[in-house]
């Protein structure tokens, strides 16, 4: 089993989606069936947005490829995705750049879109200082959610730690309701 664990969170050792992941992870890790992480950091290590240059050719398209086969190999994929000003980090949209490729991930046919990826399950931690769930000022999970349903991931599940800059017992509390809403481990191939 291979799960992939993405962290964007700029924020290091004081984020709040860096330690749910982690949280997730060892929950994966602990069960039975052995798994194998590959970590990404996508704030320690951007990738590029994309550009004229990532499309030309070269390193750039050798990087975006790797990072798709990466999403591609993977069973389960882990994902902190921080609210920054509204939406998810700019260094989590170069990565989603890189994994939404016509042919590869979705294609188009007569009848209209269509995903390519199957069999995978996908969790999401979100933060946010504020109280947006459900709100029309989110546009990090209903982006998130629309982006992998689009590409054809039917398992998607969002934990959300809202208002962590409200109060430290707000912080606290957010993280331990997102952290109990962690789904259980699913059974993928070894
Ligand atoms: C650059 C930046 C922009 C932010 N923008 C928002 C925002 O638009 N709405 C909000 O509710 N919180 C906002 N916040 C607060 C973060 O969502 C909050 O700190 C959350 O914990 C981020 O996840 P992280 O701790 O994993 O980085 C922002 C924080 C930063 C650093």
Redesign the pocket.
Known sequence: MNLLHLDS???GA?????EITAAAVERWAADAAPVRIVRRDLDAAPLPHLSAATLAGGDAVAESAAVLDEFLAADVVVI?A?????GVPSTLKAWLDRISVAGKTFRYTAEGPEGLVHGKTVVIAV????A?AGQP?DFVEPYLRQLFGFLGVRDVHVVR?DG??MSAEHRREAIERAVAALPAPLRHAA
Request: charged share 5%; no cysteine; aromatic share 8%.
């Open positions: 969170s700029a924020l004081h984020s709040v989606t860096r902190g921080p609210m920054y000003n509204f933060a946010a200082g504020g947006h000022t730690a962590v800059a």
